[in-house]
């Protein structure tokens, strides 16, 4: 009798607390501005769902990456909603890591997103992560640097219209440099502009049957111009520049032009961390002789990984944090200018919000204007943009950043670096698999 | 005269010894300004050492944003804890090993510290499943576990070294006169070896405490100590060197001071049978 009973409590025990359990989602996200303030709207998703708590791990980029990657891979459990990259999207659904979101709600609204950010987070139709903002790169420059340098940029530039202007807005004796750029090494860091620029010279990665072009004269054309740039118009010790240490460098007035991620908008237009607030043009990414404006894309995505057992929370919450009805709720808490910007089409058709930011137009002209299944020019068996959405890449590009991080710093030739990158990745594609 | 040169000498140390110290403590120092600047002072060239805007917004911010007190519950619980076990663990081992050695004993110490050489992520998956099955993923249990078994072979090295200063006939008197084993270590071994037990278990929970590898890779929301913490603070894209800094100083902040209060301890220890 008393064994039973103590059975009986013991089930009871684990019922209730499997029960507690079921309604505490675990979910890992990268520390941002837009992510924080979600966070700090937590309150009105456990309003609205009383039964489901919210627990936050918020984690560095690469720490996370490195986290939440073993975890799904093992099949771990630990997360029920993951901030996962347009890089991983593709690659995770295709391993079956991802569940597909079939589950959003009405309002939802999956032909409200913005189509180039919609193919970059479905594969075969079915959306497997579901965006919460995007971006893509854009040219950002000093108008009244500018116009002291008597120059003007157009809404669409070309590579030599930037120079051109970028070398007369430079006063090494002031310390205004005309132009920044990242050279930090790293696949997310100077191989995304690189990548990007590429693509805008008309450049690839590798061609249909996997071969890498770095020696192909556009790869040469566009690091040689790169390096030649940035030695005549950019600061010093720009290899160690990243998006941050430019983004200081910007907002503290030393930049004449910074080419780089579109949410960098918000930032140097923010009077209060930035001194050059009122004094911003944007234009598109340059060209460099071919119609090709880098296709440079990115989002931070809601992806909720198979070994959930919460899935149907899960995907409450996702809908929460990535419908429209989330945009309004920031602007009423924060203002417009602060939503989460690049993702719905409905946000740019807002009066508001283009009133708020004046960035908005361009971001979406960016933003449309970068096509991630055809990234290049010329064929490629890849997609992506300013990646290619292949699982070697994050070590590959790390490592042919650091050459071209090498060549900007001038400890190595532009030649050499290229042919040691194209050694390296015709290495390890090798070893991949890819190249019989 | 020879005494001027003594003075002379002992300035020269006293300089050399402080600005070694300034230099070795500059980047605490650092990050603890860092930490009262605002986010465009942070990383204004060139830098502002002291006269700028003092705010406690960061402070403030970090408070708001995580639990503070969760993660330093979790890293206590974790360093103490693994240390203690560790200590339990080497005790007897090292004993062993310093006080009827074999043949082997040389190899078996080797054996123990070449588990260190191999780089962690080598075995991350490996030991990642082992702990899914097991249920020990996100829980104290599992980084205890872990951090006791990665730093036993310190601990048990650091011990044989000091065991190995104690007479062996100490022990023999003892168990002339009828201790028993257990007696031995317990009554005799230990208290002899306090100085060396301590300034291991002060070193031990120092290394638990800054263990970064595991301690982020095992845990989620429940276990993550205060390196889980400082990592929610940095961004790659948008400026965090201030509020990162907040962070650190105050996961830094417990261990910084209890090594200040048991620094005689810590000292005494490691030079410990220096003097002979």
Redesign the interface.
Known sequence: MLSRTLLLGAASVLAMSSFAHAETL?I?T????DM?RM??LTEDFTKKNPDIQL???????N?LR??VT??I???????DVMTIGTYEVPIWAKQGWLLPLDGLGADYDKADLLPAIDAAVSVDGKLYASPFYGESAMVMYRTDLAEKAGVKISEKPTWDEIADAAKKMTDKSTETYGICLRGKAGW?ENMALLTAMSNSFGGRWFDEKWQPQFDQPEWKKALTFYVDLMKEAGPPGASSN???EN??LF??GKCGIWID?T??AS?VTNPK?SKVADKVGYALFPTGGVENHGNWLWAWNLGIPAGTKKAEAAQKFVSWATDKAYTELVASKEGWANVPPGTRKSLYANPEYEKAAPFAKITLDAMNAANTTKPTVKPVPYTGGQFVAIPEFQGIGTAVGQQFSAALAGSMKVDQALQSAQALTTREMTKGGYIK | MARSVTTQRKLTFTILGWAIGLLIFFPILWTFLTSFKT??TA???PPQFLFFDWTLENYHEVQS??DYMKHVTNSVVISVGSTLIGLALAIPAAWAMAFSPTKRTKDVLMWMLSTKMMPPVGV??PL??IF?DWGL??TRLGLVAVLTMINLPIIVWMLYTYFKEIPGEILEAARMDGASLMKEIVYVLTPMAVPGIASTMLLNIILAWNEAFWT??LT??NA?PLT?FI??????????WAKLSAASTMAIAPILIMGWFSQKQLVRGLTFGAVK
């Open positions: 675990t890992a990268v520390n941002n501005g924080v966070q700090k627990e936050w791990v918020t984690l560095e980029e720490v490195q986290r073993t975890d891979a093992t099949k771990g459990g630990q997360y997310g990243g998006f941050n983004l200081a907002q503290t991620a949410v960098a930032f961390d | 986010e465009g990383v204004a060239t944003r995580s991350l998956v990642y499943l899914r993923l996100d982020l890779n989620a929301a993550a889980a990592a929610s603070y940095s961004s790659p894209e948008g400026l965090f």
